[in-house]
């Protein structure tokens, strides 16, 4: 096996219970695991990257990762959302929804998803995906090809195709209601647990499985139970969208008298494989008038929430707060999912908008941000191989560079990168031991080639919009520009 030695201006080292920043350091890895952390490695090495002016840190693990050509950001100035084809009609479910992707263009999305990730400096990705363009869910032959796709990357995955047993239908009126199809969900479920025996721990351990039941206001409880007791039975983690929108937290009440986290507890799905974007509509929160202790639920449950601090700003919501959960004794993990993929950005945001949900400027640190991004979000894995330097540990790693004009004076590193920085300063990626990105450079992906496909994906799934949306306008009426385009003189 390769013994490789990466050297760094600052190397973001683990000391067996928190993050140490060592000035002038060393890691080296043999294989696919770190054997050394420190100064002055005497061993031999077959070969050696110097990252300068950088920090060596480990790979962010983002547990609600970006695996699509973005919709959401469609509903960034055009809403109501549920009118600009991010809720089916009616007519559009009762004519039959239809895949508005090849399956071609299903694996290019995921394909051109992941490196999105490992160019942000992401070694270990749980994607998510829209399901507005499908048929129904995900199919368990796509996440197939998504495992292939992930490998010839190498970026670390956990994977397993998304299922549902209903959608929220938009009636010609404008009012609401759940189309439901158990059947169609159970058999979902039936196919991700065939993935995970299929998948869970191929190519070497690159790709793990998981559960990816969606939204919680379209699952049944049968759905529900069943999904946690084959997350028990195989040991994998379960992911399911929650208390992310008063519209949900408020169909949940409606339906069972229960708030989401207590309706999740009476059918014992929480655990610490419980995965829960997004954790904002909670019992305590300003916007919630319900009583009830959602919070003490969770922390003694031992679920994770995913915390993705971009897309809720965008709709105008965040966490109440990231520190009032955390200290409640929840783990929170960070998410990236939508674009860009920027872990950096995300917590960076989440930083502020944790002390203006606190009024405080001590609410929360760069620190506690690095560490949901990192060991935290590894914990909620169950993998203490990931999410820090250490020996023993995998070897996944990234070069920040601190070098570029653009970062100014560097004070602390991590504060440095998250006050100045971006996804785009990451220079190098190490996952499982494989250089998977070399100075910007993905192996083998022409980058230029690979936006232009993108591009002309994304804006031929555009110009099917109107067939899913309400009374189905032209798409020039769905989405309008920030300011008139004047005609070609």
């Known amino acids: 096996m390769t013994t490789t030695r990466v050297r760094a201006r600052h190397v973001i080292a683990w000391d067996g219970t928190s993050h140490r920043t060592l000035r002038d350091g060393e890691v080296v890895f043999r294989g696919d695991t770190i054997i050394f952390v420190g100064r002055g490695y005497e061993g031999p090495v077959d070969a050696e990257i110097d990252g300068g002016n950088a920090v060596l840190g480990p790979g962010f693990i983002d547990l609600n ?3 699509d050509l973005d919709t959401t950001v469609l509903a960034f100035d055009n809403q109501p ?3 600009k084809g991010r809720t089916w009609p009616e007519d559009y479910v009762a004519s039959g929804p239809i895949e508005m992707y090849s399956d071609e263009e299903q694996t290019f999305k995921m394909k051109y998803a992941f490196a999105q990730l490992i160019r942000n400096g992401i070694t270990t990705a749980l994607p998510i995906t829209s399901m507005f363009y499908r048929k129904w869910a995900e199919t368990y032959d796509e996440f197939a090809r998504s495992a292939e796709s992930a490998a010839e990357l190498g970026i670390r995955a956990y994977l397993g195709p998304c299922y549902m047993t209903g959608v929220e239908v938009v009636r010609a009126d404008g009012s609401f209601h759940t189309h439901w199809d158990e059947a169609r969900g159970l058999k979902g479920l039936a196919d991700a647990e065939r993935y995970i025996r299929s998948f869970d721990g191929a190519h070497g351990g690159l790709i793990r499985g998981m559960l990816a039941p969606d939204r919680i206001e379209n ?3 049968e759905l529900i139970r069943r999904s946690a007791a084959v997350s028990a039975e195989y040991g994998v983690p379960v992911r399911l969208h929650c208390c992310q929108s008063m519209d ?5 009440v409606a339906r069972y008298d229960m708030t989401p986290i207590e309706w999740l507890k009476s059918l014992d799905f929480l655990s610490e494989r419980s995965l829960l974007p997004h954790g904002v509509f909670l019992t305590g929160h300003s916007q919630v008038a319900r009583q ?12 994770t929430l995913i915390h993705c601090p971009l897309v809720l700003s965008r709709y105008g919501g965040t966490m109440e707060s990231f520190a009032r959960l955390r200290k409640a004794g929840i783990r929170i993990g960070l998410g990236t999912d939508t674009f860009p993929p920027d872990m950096v950005e995300n917590m960076r945001l989440g930083i502020s908008l944790c002390r203006v949900a606190d009024h405080s400027v001590t609410a929360a640190s760069a620190a506690d941000f690095y560490d949901a991004a990192t060991v935290h979000a590894a914990d909620a894995l169950g993998r203490p191989d990931l999410g820090r330097l250490a020996v023993g540990a ?3 790693m990234t070069l920040f560079d601190l070098s570029d004009f653009a970062i100014g004076q560097v004070i602390d590193p991590i504060q440095t990168m998250m006050l100045s920085g971006t996804g785009r300063d990451f220079r190098t990626s190490i996952i499982n031991g494989r250089v998977v990105m070399r100075d910007r450079q993905l192996p083998g992906v022409d980058l230029e080639e690979w936006n232009a496909r993108a591009q002309a994906q994304f804006d031929g799934l555009i110009a099917k919009y109107p067939l899913r949306t ?5 798409v020039e009426d769905i989405f309008a520009p920030s300011y008139r385009v004047l005609d070609a003189g």
């Open 65 to 67: 990762a970006l695996g």
């Open 81 to 83: 959302d549920w009118a």
């Open 219 to 221: 699952c049944t409880p």
């Open 248 to 252: 949900e937290f408020d169909s949940i």
């Open 292 to 303: 009830g202790d959602d919070v003490g639920i969770l922390a003694a449950s031992g679920a």
């Open 394 to 396: 995998k070897a996944d």
């Open 470 to 474: 309400l009374h189905h306008p032209p």
